[in-house]
T-cell receptor, first 113, second 116 residues
């Protein structure tokens, strides 16, 4: 069975400060992990993905995530928040080789000017 | 058009109406998906089509009826819906091979459905 837990439903940061969005996963198999972002009234856009290559994954817009198997975590970080980063972020797990995705409940990121 | 498109973007319908949602992918993918996104709930996978064949139906009520005439188009036919069916309906596509699934999915902008 696979599942994802996003530990914070809402995160608020000041512009220019670091962002940390936390995600823990559960998977019986070798997982693929993703972070998607959803801006208001838009579809989901892939930020980055982990598929058993390097454990530190770099994505678009300066985001990165580190896969830590011992902690079953895949936290999303960014060194400096920008106003345009305000959105909903979803952590997603899938069994490598399968095409079903399991979504977390999302974390809403607010960026304060 | 590029990526995944969905029409209409907004739809308001009564419980006795029949309507259809359309999704088109311009990525050359061979798998397509319907998701339901409700407030405060994780995204719910509704249907999966691989190579135009339905491979998954996650206990979706029969008032939702999918159709996949070819690998580029996906429809969701709606009839006698309930107010609790109001949600954002998202379409996605991905590339699947027999040996390995490139399971990154590309999403459309969604159809915001309101059932009165």
């Amino acid at each position: 069975a696979q599942s994802v837990t996003q530990l914070d439903s809402h995160v608020s940061v000041s512009e220019g400060t670091p962002v940390l969005l936390r995600c823990n996963y559960s998977s019986s198999y070798s997982p693929s992990l993703f972070w998607y972002v959803q801006h208001p009234n838009k579809g989901l856009q892939l930020l980055l993905k982990y598929t058993s290559a390097a454990t530190l994954v770099k994505g678009i817009n300066g985001f990165e995530a580190e896969f830590k198997k011992s902690e079953t975590s895949f936290h999303l970080t960014k060194p400096s928040a920008h106003m345009s980063d305000a959105a909903e972020y979803f952590c997603v797990v899938s069994q490598t080789g399968a095409n079903n995705l399991f979504f977390g409940t999302g974390t809403r990121l607010t960026v304060i000017p | 058009e590029t990526g995944v498109t969905q029409t209409p973007r907004h739809l308001v319908m009564g419980m006795t109406n029949k309507k259809s949602l359309k999704c088109e992918q311009h990525l050359g993918h061979n798998a397509m998906y319907w998701y339901k996104q409700s407030a405060k709930k994780p995204l719910e996978l509704m249907f999966v089509y691989n190579f135009k064949e339905q491979t998954e139906n996650n206990s979706v009520p029969s008032r939702f009826s999918p159709e996949c005439p070819n690998s580029s188009h996906l429809f969701l036919h709606l009839h006698t819906l309930q107010p609790e069916d109001s949600a954002l309906y998202l379409c996605a596509s991905s590339q699947v091979t027999l040996r390995f699934s490139y399971n990154e999915q590309f999403f459309g902008p969604g159809t915001r459905l309101t059932v009165l």
